[in-house]
Nanobody, 122 residues
């Protein structure tokens, strides 16, 4: 089993910054992708930023230039630095980790954290 734990959410004023972190633990052979998603009240979960094992990074248009995703492969950890936060960034942020828990090609996992609340308000 693979566990995913997020931390770093909280309350911040518009224009402020927050940093989220996420660590995957358990039986992990190889991680192929780590990313952040968010879900605001009454809305569907949406992609915020993702990174894959080849170094590729993808951002939602709404966060480009404000958010930065980074990954430490050796620690199975991914970070999300959020700057110039807006009230519309308010949501529960979830970390997603995808990979293999053994060398067997069918031994895939796709795990989610419990989520961390980010509230942007004055």
């Amino acid at each position: 089993q693979v566990q995913v734990a997020e931390s770093g959410g909280g309350l911040v004023q518009p224009g402020g910054s927050l940093a989220l972190s996420c660590e995957a633990s358990g039986i992990i052979f190889r991680i192929v992708g780590m990313g952040w998603y968010r879900q605001a009240p009454g809305k569907e979960r949406e992609l915020v930023a993702t990174t894959n094992s080849g170094g590729g990074i993808d951002y939602a248009d709404s966060v480009k230039g404000r958010f930065t995703i980074s990954r430490i492969n050796a620690m199975n950890t991914v970070y999300l630095q959020m700057n110039s936060l807006k009230p519309e960034d308010t949501a529960v942020y979830y970390c997603n980790v995808r990979g293999y828990y053994s060398a067997v090609p069918s031994a895939v996992f796709d795990s989610w954290g419990q989520g961390t609340q980010v509230t942007v308000s004055s």
